[in-house]
């Protein structure tokens, strides 16, 4: 190959490389936003453990810091329980559950805020950042949702749930869509942080090796001027092949290697053309 058809090829799979690595930064960027709306909904709905729709007049339903319970079947739902006072929570392990979902909620926050250090530092740089951050978010959902039916053995989750509620047993409840929804974020922050610590890793080698970019244009450095200027200085010297030049006689003998074998063999032609020694 040539060697600006290699420099040529080579610009061609870089900028394929930089655009497909690109597409898939901006699709991480989306699928981060949306785990981020997931640990919020996560975070505020009361809809974790419930009673179920079999039952036969609703009883109540349980989040993290918040429950609604139902004294009759006429009466609107009592909602109680706020975040910023931590007396209103039934139990410690509902708090402590409550703390880490808040943990990574504010984690994944940071995360889609860092997406401005793009404008100002490098890609690797930012992809590793974030993706520490989804690690650490990560792994306060799995607490929370760990910790959190530790505290079904509360009277009044009893009240709602039935007496055979106890300690990562619901009783007469089940689980609702807010602590599901809670567990598939914990496989999608898993899956985003993989990615970015991935997109990290290769920003280092969007660049081959030899070139770099300046202005926005791909060229060579002098490595690579290097190695094509002695791509090109093997193809003008044929020394180094151990070719050595054939000198050729002057004479009729030259003349006869022109001729090929047959010629040779088929009889003793005259190379020259007949005189004409005709004289009146």
Request: glycine share 8%.
């Amino acid at each position: 190959m040539e060697p600006h058809q290699y420099t040529e090829s080579t610009m061609v799979y870089h900028s394929k490389y930089v655009r497909n690595s690109r597409a898939i930064g901006v699709m991480w960027g989306i699928l981060t936003i949306c785990f981020a709306l997931i640990a919020i909904v996560v975070f505020i709905e009361p809809q974790w453990v419930g009673d179920l729709e079999r039952a036969d007049y609703p009883k109540g339903y349980f989040g993290l810091y918040s429950f609604c319970t139902y004294k009759k079947f006429s009466e609107p739902v009592r909602c109680s329980g706020d975040f910023a006072n931590f007396d209103t929570i039934l139990n410690s392990y509902f708090a402590a559950a409550a703390i880490l979902v808040c943990l990574a909620m504010i984690s994944v926050l940071t995360c889609i805020v860092c997406f401005l250090l793009f404008f100002c530092l490098k890609a690797a740089t930012v992809y590793m950042i974030c993706s520490w951050l989804l690690l650490f978010s990560t792994i306060c959902l799995l607490l929370g949702c760990v910790i959190y039916p530790a505290g079904w053995d509360h009277n009044e989750f009893k009240g709602v749930c039935g007496a055979d509620s106890d300690r990562y047993n619901s009783g007469t409840c089940g689980i609702r869509w807010a602590y599901i929804l809670a567990i598939i974020g914990i496989f999608d922050s898993l899956i985003l942080c993989i990615l970015g610590f991935v997109l990290a890793t290769r920003q280092a080698k969007l660049l081959p090796k030899g070139y770099t970019m300046h202005n926005g244009t791909l060229t060579k450095s002098e490595y690579a001027m290097s190695g094509l200027n002695g791509y090109d200085s093997m193809h003008r010297d044929k020394s180094h092949l151990g070719i050595s030049p054939v000198m050729h006689p002057s004479g009729r003998h030259h003349d006869d290697d022109r001729y090929s074998e047959y010629s040779h063999r088929s009889g003793q032609r005259s190379l020259s053309r007949p005189r004409n020694d005709f004289q009146l």
